[in-house]
């Protein structure tokens, strides 16, 4: 009975993991699916080390203006100003312009930089 009993708990606690381990999405590393497109070399669903160097360096390139390969205080001003942006257009599900303490719990954390550390009802970087 006990040996019958515990075969069925066993069965319904993997039955239970195989669904939740169904409804997560296709782990991209907190990347906008766009730019998993783009930049999944191996199309492994997530960003390596490398093609994350790929994504920053194409995106730093897109605001070097000057085109000098580096990024002035102007020019990283202008990229923070734009990550933001698409960081509360993508998140701010209420649609009043910043991100509150709920909505930055559905931004994934980044592989490259470890846990977030939320800023108060603000938009990102105020």
Sequence with gaps: MKTTQLMILGALLG?????????KPKRG???????IEKFDADK????????REAARAAHEKEF???GDGKLNDEEKKAMREDREKKMIARF???GDGKLSDEEKKAIP????????????DKPAGQ
């Design 15 to 23: 039955a239970t993991a195989l669904a939740g381990a169904q409804d």
């Design 29 to 35: 590393g907190g990347f906008p699916p766009e730019i």
């Design 44 to 51: 492994d669903g997530k960003l390596s080390k490398e093609e």
């Design 64 to 66: 070097d203006k000057d």
């Design 92 to 94: 701010d599900k209420d």
């Design 109 to 120: 954390a980044r592989p490259d930089r470890g846990a977030r550390k939320d800023k108060g």
